[in-house]
């Protein structure tokens, strides 16, 4: 059984603080890496992908890999009221169905 | 437009009803999902899609069945619902590769007493 585990939270940073979230997995084979973020009632929404070992920067989003360590991270720096969400974190199947297994979230919450 | 749309957006129904949950994009994508979010459980796949004749059971296909009308159509019945079956259901799409993010639509939300 494929495994992608989150620290489920709550997570509470205050506003222009920096947001650190975890996300380890079990399949050592993984090749691709992402980041979604959903808000409350709403749908999941990509915000950052890596693939490769270090660090990845998009704006106030950094994605971090280690697959030796099999550990992915995203920091989010300045963090704002509105990044308050849930963040998920997925990782694909390396079998032939690519499909992406998703941990069960990290709730944010980002104080004013 | 949305390009993964969802109906109904919300739906509530009785024990043994029969309930059809559509999906259509317009991403030109090949691949389609059908996932369930319960909370504190994540999201589950229930079937995928690789084209319109090749369709495959989840990690929790049962009391589930699924329909590819087309490349952008894919439908998901519950023949008999029951209350453990009510949660959030996503339909999701992607293209074919190692590489590719998937896409979500908005998500029906079904209540089954």
């Known amino acids: 059984q494929k495994e992608v585990e989150q620290n489920s939270g709550p997570l509470s940073v205050p506003e222009g603080a920096i947001a650190s979230l975890n996300c380890t997995y079990s399949d050592r084979g993984s090749q691709s890496f992402f980041w979604y973020r959903q808000y409350s009632g709403k749908s999941p929404e990509l915000i950052m992908f890596i693939y490769s070992n270090g660090d990845k920067e998009d704006g106030r989003f950094t994605a971090q890999l280690n697959k030796a360590s099999q550990y992915v991270s995203l920091l989010i720096r300045d963090s704002q009221p509105s990044d308050s969400a849930t963040y998920l974190c997925?990782?694909?199947?390396?079998?032939?169905?690519?499909?992406?297994?998703f941990g069960t979230g990290t709730r944010l919450t980002v104080i004013p | 437009d949305a390009d993964v749309t969802q109906t109904p957006r919300n739906r509530i129904t009785k024990t043994g009803k029969r309930i059809m949950l559509e999906c259509s994009q317009t991403?030109?994508?090949?691949?389609m999902y059908w996932y369930r979010q319960d909370p504190g459980l994540g999201l589950r796949l229930i079937y995928y899609?690789?084209?319109?004749?090749?369709?495959n059971k989840g990690e929790i296909s049962d009391g589930y069945s699924v329909s590819r009308q087309a490349q952008a159509k894919f439908s998901l019945s519950l023949e008999s619902a029951i209350p453990n079956q009510t949660a959030l259901y996503f339909c999701a799409t992607s293209g074919a590769g190692l590489y590719n993010e998937q896409f979500f639509g908005p998500g029906t939300r079904l209540t089954v007493l």
């Open positions: 997925a990782v694909n199947d390396q079998t032939g169905a690519n499909n992406l297994f």
């Open positions: 899609s690789f084209d319109v004749k090749d369709i």
């Open positions: 991403k030109g994508h090949d691949r």
